[in-house]
C-alpha cells in the first residue's frame, strides 16, 4: 500500500460503468465528483456499449475510463469513489449484477497495491474488452505494472470475445 501522501500528483485511470437508469447522465454527475473530490480531470475516453459480463440476463452496459491526476492515497480515492457512488444511487446486491453507476480502480500511478479492500491494478482489467476498449482510448502505451505489457498490446491479447460497441448518442 501506498502509505503517504505523495507530494506530486498521481495518475489514477477510474472504469465508470452502468446499466440501469440514467446511465450516461451518472457518469457525467460522476466525473464532475471526481474531478471535484479526487483530483483534476485529464482525460475521458468515448463511452461503449456491451451485453453484461459474468451475468448475461441484464441490460447492456455503458462503460467509459477516465484518467486523473491526485494527490489522495489510495484508500482515499476509494473511499470517494464509494461514496460517489452510492450518492448516484448504487445498490450492492450480487456480484456483477445491474447498477446505476460502478467506479473501479484500474491504475494508480504504476503502483502494485494488495489490500484486504483494494487490489491495483484492477485484477480483471485485462480479461475483459469493454475495459481495455475504452483504457487503449486514452493511454494505450501504458505499461501494466503486474503484465509488462502496453495497454494496446493486452488489447490485442485479450480473449474476451462480448462486442464492444463506441456510443454515438
Not at 22 to 30: G, H, I, M, T, Y
Request: charged share 20%; net charge negative.
Amino acid at each position: 500500500m501506498v502509505n503517504e501522501m505523495d507530494k506530486r500528483n498521481n495518475m489514477l485511470v477510474l472504469s465508470l460503468g452502468g446499466n440501469i437508469g440514467k446511465v450516461l447522465a451518472n457518469f457525467e454527475k460522476a466525473t464532475n465528483l471526481l474531478n471535484e473530490r479526487i483530483g483534476e480531470l485529464t482525460l475521458c475516453s468515448p463511452t461503449y456499449t456491451t451485453k453484461a459480463w459474468g451475468v448475461e440476463n441484464q441490460p447492456d452496459f455503458f462503460n467509459q475510463v477516465i484518467v486523473l491526476n491526485t494527490k489522495l492515497l489510495p484508500e482515499q480515492v476509494l473511499k470517494h469513489c464509494l461514496a460517489i457512488e452510492l450518492e448516484l444511487g448504487r445498490v450492492r446486491t450480487h456480484k456483477w449484477y445491474e447498477r446505476t453507476i460502478d467506479i473501479d480502480i484500474l491504475f494508480y500511478a504504476d503502483k502494485i497495491i494488495e489490500a484486504s479492500n483494494l487490489s491495483v491494478p484492477h485484477p480483471y482489467l485485462h480479461k475483459r474488452n469493454f475495459v481495455l476498449f475504452p483504457l487503449a482510448d486514452v493511454i494505450p502505451s501504458f505499461m501494466h505494472p503486474i503484465l509488462n505489457l502496453t495497454i494496446e498490446d493486452i488489447k490485442k491479447e485479450c480473449i474476451d470475445n462480448l462486442p464492444v460497441t463506441k456510443y454515438f448518442p
